[in-house]
């Protein structure tokens, strides 16, 4: 899995809707790319914290969502 394959995969697996393979593959990712388990970790402790504080279900709208996803994904090209 690469930086990309993780970005695509991310919300899915912190809802916990992810094959066995996938989150598998995540993990290891992230157990070697120190850009991803900082952005894994940062999103975690954000929706523990939206949790925390009452709001139990957020969905960002789906353009918002795109745009948030495109510059990760470009940042991401640009460091490489």
Known sequence: MDCRQFLE?????????????IREAVQEHIAFC???E???????????????????????????SQRLYARLRARFKASA
């Open 38 to 64: 900082v952005i894994y970790n940062s999103t975690r402790r954000t929706l523990e914290i939206i949790t925390d504080c009452g709001q139990q279900t957020y969905v960002l709208p789906e353009d918002v």
């Open 9 to 21: 995969e991310l919300s899915n697996y912190l809802d916990g809707e992810v094959t066995t393979g």
């Open 34 to 36: 120190h850009k991803c």
